[in-house]
């Protein structure tokens, strides 16, 4: 069967359109268009702010950004003190991660991005993965030292990396970003996040935490993602959609994950949505949590 007769216009959506033996950009329509480009690189000169601790944060409370506070706070709550950190907010609706000083510490303009003003370098971390792993490493906590639990907490970190794409930019973005509804779009990533979740609830059948009997970074990486769909927080009316009440194990397990302290306190930071009293823009002590946020300081 020729291309023509396999895929003809009229059955393409839009209608009519044919793949051109060169692509060029169409910054087109949709919540994220304004800022999607097929360049790297910086807009605009902005230096980025710096605080008092050695650790700063340059984020915003999405998924992969939460991974990263929940991280820091969970590190605080073991006694670690040289895991106090700034966390500054990064509207990336507005652009901020195209400044000149965001590009230098994250060459993809993705947050999270961390500098470590401990090092003799100013080490810059980014990528949400390598920065869990960056700083269980730099305190030794929060990643099994037995090698065949760290293995397996490996494992599960380098599954959440490579699986949550089609969680977010595939499912969440065509179900509910996506300027039209497009049903083989749809359908190809609601397959893939319930194939994801039922791994997941498999494996928590017999296991109390991802990496066994002992919490880890790969609980802090995937619980934002899959943990935030299994209690309906994500996308909408994702979770009756996906009928995410069938994924038991890991409703268990988020029920468990969201009573921690310090995820209590993670999943605030840089949030700049929601209720007034969960949003902490920023965060640069302790006593934010009880003195600076949204409904304490009224902006």
Do not use: C
Not at 135 to 145: N, Q
């Amino acid at each position: 069967m020729s291309e023509e007769n396999k895929f003809p216009p009229e059955k393409n959506l839009p209608a009519g359109y044919v793949v051109p033996d060169v692509w060029k950009w169409d910054q087109g329509e949709g919540e994220w268009a304004s800022i999607n480009r097929p360049i790297a690189g910086p807009t605009h000169d902005k230096e980025l702010p710096v605080g008092k601790h050695p650790l700063q944060l340059y984020s915003l409370a999405t998924p992969n950004g939460v991974k990263v506070t929940i991280m820091l706070e969970e590190l605080l709550a073991l006694g670690h003190k040289g895991a106090e950190y700034d966390a500054w907010l990064i509207k990336i609706g507005d652009g901020d991660q195209f400044g000149s000083g965001f590009v230098d510490v994250n060459p993809n303009s993705k947050i999270p991005a961390l500098m470590d003003h401990s090092t003799d370098e100013n080490t810059r971390v980014f990528e949400s993965g390598s920065i869990l792993l960056y700083l269980a490493e730099k305190f030794g906590a929060l990643i099994p030292k037995d090698p065949a639990k760290r293995t397996q907490a490996m494992n599960w970190l380098f599954w959440q990396m490579g699986s949550a794409p089609y969680l977010g930019g595939g499912f969440g973005h065509f179900y509910e970003y996506a300027p039209i509804k497009i049903e083989y779009a749809i359908d190809r990533f609601s397959m893939e996040v319930k194939r994801e979740l039922d791994v997941l609830d498999r494996h928590l059948a017999e296991n109390e935490y991802m990496a066994g009997d002992e919490y880890s970074i790969a609980d802090i990486a995937i619980y934002p993602w899959y943990g935030r769909m299994v209690m309906g927080g994500a996308y909408g009316d994702s979770a009756k959609f996906l009928d995410v009440a069938s994924y038991k194990n890991v409703i268990r397990w988020a029920e468990q994950l969201s009573k921690r302290d310090a995820v209590i306190r993670g999943r605030i930071v840089n949030k700049s949505f929601g209720e007034p009293s969960e949003q902490l823009h920023e965060r640069h002590d302790a006593s934010d949590f009880e003195n600076k946020t949204q409904d304490k300081i009224g902006e």
